[in-house]
């Protein structure tokens, strides 16, 4: 398995492009594909990969990029495709749509700040303003956890247990754009790993079948349930999807939550993507001073693993929620499910929300040990604090 130093982007057309070609014994590969900075990278390695039995589409919008996406999933096809900030927004209708069709279709989507004002720094708004439809999420803090997520996504979506969209995504630039040593694996591994998809529902030239036609409200009810169920399964498949990544390529992609020091600790910081990689450093540096501070890597956020965070936030008393994503006048996403996780299982932890790296602001370990301290300062929780507001305030006037 070959170690090239690549950027994010690269990492995820790799790994749409060999997940691609490992379905050319089926019905082959097809995308639609549209630029958007600071995804442009993935669609541009993707447009030129010599793809065995498939077509890559270049289309005049993202709402047809996806659509071109969804076509190819109801033949049989493996179909990916991948976007960003208002390009997500614009795709919004049939991003929906995909996983009510329940479409395997992987997604890679650079996190960038919604406009308007013009922003193409990281923020997380864009792909959580899309947390209640059918698809699950995960968030990647590194270039290799952009590849491996993004092949495991394909196992777990076409998984017929399952059969959901998938979304991957990676922070604007501080993933996407940055170059770090990462594993490659071969075509002949990849195509071990993913079987070839045989989507149970797909159309068939020959057959006549309606897709998404009108239904009974019971009948919308029974479907409803259908994807709530496949929800709950996707903790323990996602488990078998990760023995067999690691059997295969010798690696393991990591589990859906992710603890640092929190066997012991008093105070914890739940924090996804990047933020992730600041606050393990600013944990190990605490912990070797003898203070009990834990970490937890919140890796999937849909469906949210409540239990699973629980179980890591056991014997803290207070916990801090990290959010690069902010919903007007509730506060961070990330803490709302925290909060929601816990609500009737615990009372004595206090969970507080911090509004931190917005806007593509940095998030360093001085704002990491201005959380902490304000944090263990605490009586009680209060209001989500926004973190690096005063200078922006100081800019704008």
């Not at 919004?92 to 279709?105: K, Q």
């Not at 159309?203 to 349930?225: C, I, K, N, Q, V």
């Not at 919903?327 to 990330?334: M, N």
Request: aromatic residues 8%; glycine residues 8%; hydrophobic residues 40%.
């Amino acid at each position: 398995m070959p170690v090239q130093v690549i950027t994010g982007n690269h990492a995820a057309g790799y790994a749409l492009s060999v997940a691609g070609e490992a379905n050319r014994t089926a019905r082959g590969v097809a995308c639609g594909i549209y630029p958007i900075t600071p995804q442009t990278e993935i669609v541009e390695y993707v447009a030129k990969f010599p793809f065995s039995k498939g077509r890559v589409v270049p289309v005049e919008s993202e709402h047809s990029a996806i659509a071109v996406s969804m076509g190819a999933s109801m033949s049989g096809a493996r179909a990916f495709t991948a976007s960003s900030a208002n390009g997500l927004a614009y795709m919004a209708e049939n991003f929906m749509v995909a996983g009510y069709y329940r479409l395997p279709i992987v997604m890679v989507a650079v996190n960038r700040t919604l406009g308007p004002p013009w922003n193409i720094w990281a923020d997380q708004g864009d792909t959580l303003m899309l947390r209640d439809f059918a698809w699950l999420q995960f968030y990647c803090e590194d270039n290799q956890e952009v590849l491996d997520t993004t092949l495991l996504a394909f196992r777990l979506a076409e998984d017929q247990r399952i059969l959901l969209p998938v979304l991957t995504c990676m922070d604007a630039f501080i993933v996407s754009h940055t170059q770090t040593e990462t594993a490659l694996p071969e075509q002949t591994d990849v195509d071990r790993f993913l079987p070839d998809l045989d989507l149970p529902h797909r159309m068939h030239y020959d057959e006549a079948r309606t897709l998404g036609g009108l239904a009974w409200p019971h009948e919308g009810l029974s479907m409803r349930l259908e994807i709530d169920e496949a929800m709950k399964r996707v903790p323990d498949v996602y488990q078998e999807c990760r023995e067999s990544f690691t059997d295969i390529f010798g690696r393991d992609p990591g589990d859906v939550i992710q603890r640092f020091g929190t066997d012991d600790a008093d105070l914890v910081i739940v924090a996804s993507g990047t933020m992730a990689t600041t606050a393990r450093e600013v944990v190990r540096r605490r912990r070797e001073a003898g203070e009990k501070i834990g970490l937890v890597k919140l890796k999937m956020f849909r469906p949210f693993p409540d239990v699973a965070l629980r179980e890591a936030c056991q014997s803290a008393t207070r916990v801090a929620v990290l959010d690069r994503n902010y919903a007007a006048g509730a506060g961070g996403i990330f803490w709302q499910d925290t909060r929601a996780a816990f609500q009737g299982h615990r009372d004595d932890v206090l969970i507080q929300n911090y509004l931190t790296g917005l806007c593509g602001g940095d998030v360093t370990p001085a704002v990491i040990d201005e959380i902490l301290a304000d944090l263990t300062a605490r009586a009680e929780a209060g209001d989500p604090v926004w973190m690096g507001i005063e200078t922006g305030r100081e800019t704008l006037q």
